[in-house]
């Protein structure tokens, strides 16, 4: 960047003169400026020429990246185009809260500047670098690129002349100085980096630095030293090219003409590399470089109010006021001590803000900002001054709000204010909720605790003194999740919906935290890697069906493990706030505000279309269908194939995929419910079964319209959380009974839930213990008993008893490994198979094992296995009898994508393997084979 030039010209010109090598006495001859022992010095001046005319705003553009640890790598070419070896620059120290940043150009040396980066520009305080103290202050700081941007073609030029402060040449007598700066922007170009990498819109300027020394001694004219740079900057990524050159007075080319071309780089938590294209951002930005604790936005002014703690000078202790579309920012008067959580009433008539300085909470008037009145938080002899940790103010009254109180490191309680006096009755200290909202009617509240592994979701009720706790159940665990809201009758935890009674209702697929639209039902969600690192989207997602409408990029890179909020702005506009004390690590705190159409007006997506391939092995032939899926099973009536499709698949998840066995196609249902998984068909292929992970219910779908008859909420512990069907079964004698295995959703809790039976959908009372159930379960012929399997440690295999309400363990035995953990469990002629091991019925006694098997499932008729081995893409045809293999065709050429597979008998002669593995695509293939039954 052209501050490197500046530096190289003080110290040049210096040295020159100190040892009479240029101009006049050194042998030279000056080459230009009049001036030497007869000339006047310089006079001390400062002089700015700001153009005039309309500035371009590139708030949005974010040219200027200068994020921690940001490294960037150049290719460098000579004055002819040929290469002269490579170099780099990167961020050395910074950006702190100031906006203070430091970089290290190593072209030709290592030089550093420090610089201030804000809303108005790129500031350098020191040009020149370290030159004495007469000059530095004579100088001063110019802003080497300001914004918005001067008109293109316009010259910005700044003058400084005056005492150097030093006397140079030797005579006694301090010399004096010229420096200038002359800057053209010279508009946006689209520069190609290589075959596959370019980039358009990237800035260009013309930049000057013009350093002249008049000495006094006789003999010695003036010496001038002049950097020129042309420099490009693209959006989101900084300093992508340069042509730079310093020449002197006597046409000396002290740094000779040469360019730089950007290669790679990791910038802004992305690696950047000009092999690959370069990602493309969903909507246009507006990056807000404000330090702040908390971000609200206001509907009826079309404002966003952010808290601005005490460390920012300037603006410290003061609520800030953001325009949405330009991202301008004003202030208001201190406020108090320490700003942080923000809430607006609904009406907009008043702002209550979280004064953590002092631990009270004050009530502003909007839009002035007047103090209306403030409140003191708890303070305990031991934990001292508590501080609010959210707030939310009652939809109905806008005189009513409550408080998440905390200490340094923990809960303080809940509080109720009314006219801005705290209420008797308050929530239990150190157990209780960091964020808080109303529902609709301003009767009840429900507070979310993210910090512990209890993750618990309450519900308190309103009253004229305080409040009480009415309702508690623990949740999923998410120390991400940063939103809490109530909207359509439901709580919105997270990425989770609640009915009114914490019933979960659903999640949207992959997102941390959702927040409900104002004008419609849809949901807007952050969408990122459980890190908080790299690319990260917001989602637009039905609420009721829970279906992602669109996925938009915001962001190429997140700080790594920063926490960010998401608040609606103006229609169109969402704004993701990255607060002062969850920036992440090496982070700063900023507001990006983000823009597109599809936020006000969320097209409709196509259904999704899914990639049907042929192949063949050297014995049979495949369709390779590549659908994202998480169970399959086959349909002997209909021929077909049925696969439970998730939320992630935008516009057609959470339904069911019916695939044709004879050509792959795949239609899909309409939404079924959030995140369907397990699936489980009758015998007389009248209903399906669905396990929805999202809500913890099982339903019953009717064939073939897919029509739901009924769903059952599966188990809900008020410690361990909802539940998930982890395997169903369903009678082969009475399709309105079905065995569901249960696993615990919470991943801090011990896995089983136990076993329980569903009559006519409703879950029968007797269920198996928890703790030590099964993974696994199937019935055997006659519907009299369910055969169980854990998978997952002790190696149980289970007998139990169906009675009239209920299930009940008669007979458990510990099954031989096969070295591998078995995906299915299932009975046939008088027998379970497990893995590969067949075991008699009911006494569970082992009777032997397919040589090599990992799963095995038992043929529609007869006796025969159809088994899995390995990851060596043979399915073993074998006999449940003798156990001897009868065939082993190739129904995968190559190894198999991942372990993580499950084999499914479609019709005569044809197979399905279902692959989710974690690392790739799932896929499905379809294989078909003389030498299978």
């Known amino acids: 960047m052209s501050h490197k030039r500046g530096r190289a010209l003080a110290g040049v010109v210096a040295a020159c003169l100190v040892l009479s090598a240029c101009g006049g006495g050194g042998g030279g001859g000056g080459g230009g400026a009049p001036g030497g022992s007869n000339a006047p010095p310089f006079p001390t001046a400062s002089e700015d020429q700001l153009p005039a005319g309309t500035r371009n705003d590139v708030s949005g553009k974010n040219l200027f990246q200068m994020g921690a640890q940001d490294v960037w790598h150049y290719n460098k070419l000579d004055e002819n185009g040929n290469p002269a070896g490579t170099t780099w620059r990167q961020v050395t120290s910074g950006p702190d809260v100031a906006g203070h940043v430091s970089i290290t150009d190593f072209d030709g040396g290592p030089s550093t500047t420090n610089y201030i980066v804000g809303a108005d520009g790129l500031f350098d305080p020191y040009p020149l670098g370290n030159t004495p103290a007469s000059a530095a202050n004579i100088v001063g700081g110019i802003f080497e690129y300001a914004t918005p941007l001067y008109p293109v073609g316009a010259e910005r030029r700044h003058v400084r002349s005056g005492p150097w402060g030093r006397d140079l040449d030797g005579d006694g007598i301090g010399e004096s100085f010229r420096f200038e700066f002359t800057q053209v922007f010279l508009g946006f170009e689209t520069i190609q980096f290589s075959d596959v990498f370019t980039l358009n819109d990237v800035a260009h300027f013309r930049n000057v630095f013009k350093l002249t020394l008049r000495p006094t001694a006789p003999g010695y004219t003036d010496y001038t030293v002049t950097a020129t740079e042309e420099a490009w900057f693209a959006s989101g990524l900084g300093f992508v090219k340069a042509l730079r050159s310093i020449v002197d007075s006597d046409g000396a080319k002290l740094d000779p003409p040469h360019a730089l071309l950007f290669s790679s780089g990791y910038v802004d938590g992305v690696n950047w590399d000009i092999s690959a294209p370069p990602p493309v951002f969903d909507g246009s930005l507006v990056d807000v470089a404000l330090v702040h604790k908390?971000?609200?936005?206001?509907?009826?002014?079309?404002?966003?109010?952010?808290?601005?703690?005490?460390?920012?000078?300037?603006?410290?202790?003061?609520?800030?006021?953001?325009?949405?579309?330009?991202?301008?920012?004003?202030?208001?008067?201190?406020?108090?001590?320490?700003?942080?959580?923000?809430?607006?009433?609904?009406?907009?008539?008043?702002?209550?803000?979280?004064?953590?300085?002092?631990?009270?909470?004050?009530k502003l008037a909007l839009p002035g900002m007047t103090e209306l009145g403030r409140a003191k938080l708890v303070s305990d002899s031991l934990f001292g001054q508590s501080h609010a940790e959210t707030i939310a103010v009652s939809p109905t009254d806008a005189s009513v709000a409550a408080v998440s109180m905390a200490w340094t490191s923990r809960h303080a309680g809940v509080a109720l204010l009314r006219d801005m006096a705290m209420q008797p009755k308050r929530t239990q200290a150190l157990a209780t909720s960091n964020l808080v909202a109303f529902d609709a009617t301003g009767a009840n509240l429900y507070g979310l605790n993210n910090e512990t592994s209890e993750y618990g979701l309450r519900r308190f009720q309103v009253l004229a003194d305080g409040l009480v706790q009415e309702l508690f159940v623990a949740g999923t665990p998410s120390l991400r999740t940063q939103a809490l809201a109530f909207a359509g009758g439901r709580v919105i935890a997270g990425h989770t919906l609640y009915d009114a009674a914490l019933s979960a209702a659903?999640?949207?697929?992959?997102?941390?935290?959702?927040?409900?639209?104002?004008?419609?039902?849809?949901?807007?969600?952050?969408?990122?890697?459980?890190?908080?690192?790299?690319?990260?989207?917001?989602?637009?997602?039905?609420?009721?069906?829970?279906?992602?409408?669109?996925?938009?990029?915001?962001?190429?890179?997140?700080?790594?493990?920063?926490?960010?909020?998401?608040?609606?702005?103006?229609?169109?506009?969402?704004?993701?706030?990255?607060?002062?004390?969850?920036?992440?690590?090496?982070?700063?705190?900023?507001?990006?505000?983000?823009?597109?159409?599809?936020?006000?007006?969320?097209?409709?997506?196509?259904?999704?279309?899914?990639?049907?391939?042929?192949?063949?092995?050297?014995?049979?032939?495949?369709?390779?269908?590549?659908?994202?899926?998480?169970?399959?099973?086959?349909?002997?009536?209909?021929?077909?194939?049925?696969?439970?499709?998730?939320?992630?698949?935008?516009?057609?998840?959470?339904?069911?995929?019916?695939?044709?066995?004879?050509?792959?196609?795949?239609?899909?249902?309409?939404?079924?419910?959030?995140?369907?998984?397990?699936?489980?068909?009758?015998?007389?292929?009248?209903?399906?079964?669905?396990?929805?992970?999202?809500?913890?219910?099982?339903?019953?779908?009717?064939?073939?319209?897919?029509?739901?008859?009924?769903?059952?909420?599966?188990?809900?512990?008020?410690?361990?959380?909802?539940?998930?069907?982890?395997?169903?079964?369903?009678?082969?004698?009475?399709?309105?009974?079905?065995?569901?295995?249960?696993?615990?959703?919470?991943p801090f809790m011990l896995h089983h839930a136990g076993d329980a039976l569903l009559r006519d959908m409703v879950m029968q009372p007797h269920r198996t213990q928890a703790q030590t159930g099964s993974n696994l379960v199937t019935f055997d012929s006659l519907g009299t008993k369910v055969y169980g399997m854990n998978a997952e440690g002790e190696s149980g295999l289970r007998r139990l008893g169906i009675l009239a309400d209920g299930l009940v363990e008669e007979l458990r035995v510990t099954a031989a490994s096969t070295g591998s953990l078995p995906r299915v469990v299932s009975f046939a002629n008088g027998q379970v198979v497990e893995g590969g091991t067949v075991f008699n019925a009911p006494d569970l006694t082992a009777v032997g094992t397919v040589s090599g098997a990992s799963d095995c499932w038992p043929t529609r008729t007869g006796t025969g296995l159809l088994c899995l081995s390995g990851r060596s893409g043979h399915v073993l045809v074998a006999d449940s009898v003798s156990f001897a293999t009868i065939a082993s065709p190739i129904f995968y050429t190559n190894t198999e994508p991942d372990f993580a597979r499950r084999l499914v008998q479609g019709p005569a002669g044809q197979i399905g393997v279902s692959y989710i593995p974690q690392l790739a695509t799932p896929t499905i293939r379809l294989f078909s084979s003389s030498q299978l039954p």
Not at 308 to 314: A, E, H, L, T, W
Not at 326 to 333: I, M, R
């Open 294 to 362: 908390s971000l609200v936005y206001d509907s009826l002014r079309n404002v966003y109010y952010a808290s601005v703690p005490g460390s920012v000078m300037g603006a410290e202790n003061r609520i800030a006021t953001i325009e949405p579309m330009t991202g301008q920012v004003s202030y208001s008067a201190p406020v108090g001590s320490e700003p942080g959580a923000l809430a607006i009433a609904a009406d907009a008539s008043a702002l209550y803000v979280g004064l953590d300085g002092s631990g009270d909470v004050v």
């Open 506 to 746: 659903g999640v949207i697929s992959g997102a941390s935290d959702c927040v409900p639209r104002r004008s419609s039902a849809l949901l807007l969600c952050l969408r990122a890697s459980d890190s908080g690192a790299g690319q990260a989207r917001v989602l637009i997602a039905d609420s009721g069906t829970f279906v992602i409408k669109a996925s938009l990029l915001y962001t190429l890179g997140e700080p790594f493990g920063a926490f960010r909020r998401l608040v609606e702005g103006p229609a169109g506009q969402i704004a993701v706030s990255y607060a002062v004390a969850d920036a992440g690590f090496g982070s700063v705190s900023k507001i990006r505000l983000f823009s597109n159409a599809q936020l006000l007006t969320p097209p409709t997506p196509a259904a999704a279309l899914w990639p049907v391939t042929s192949a063949s092995t050297a014995d049979g032939q495949a369709l390779d269908i590549g659908i994202v899926h998480n169970s399959l099973v086959y349909d002997s009536t209909r021929n077909v194939y049925y696969a439970s499709v998730p939320g992630s698949v935008i516009g057609s998840g959470n339904s069911i995929a019916t695939i044709d066995a004879a050509t792959g196609q795949v239609t899909q249902s309409a939404p079924v419910g959030s995140e369907p998984n397990q699936l489980a068909l009758a015998a007389d292929a009248s209903f399906l079964y669905v396990g929805l992970d999202g809500s913890g219910d099982v339903a019953k779908l009717v064939l073939p319209s897919m029509a739901e008859l009924g769903r059952v909420k599966l188990v809900t512990d008020s410690w361990f959380g909802p539940t998930r069907a982890e395997s169903i079964a369903v009678s082969p004698v009475d399709s309105s009974v079905a065995a569901v295995a249960m696993a615990w959703i919470n």
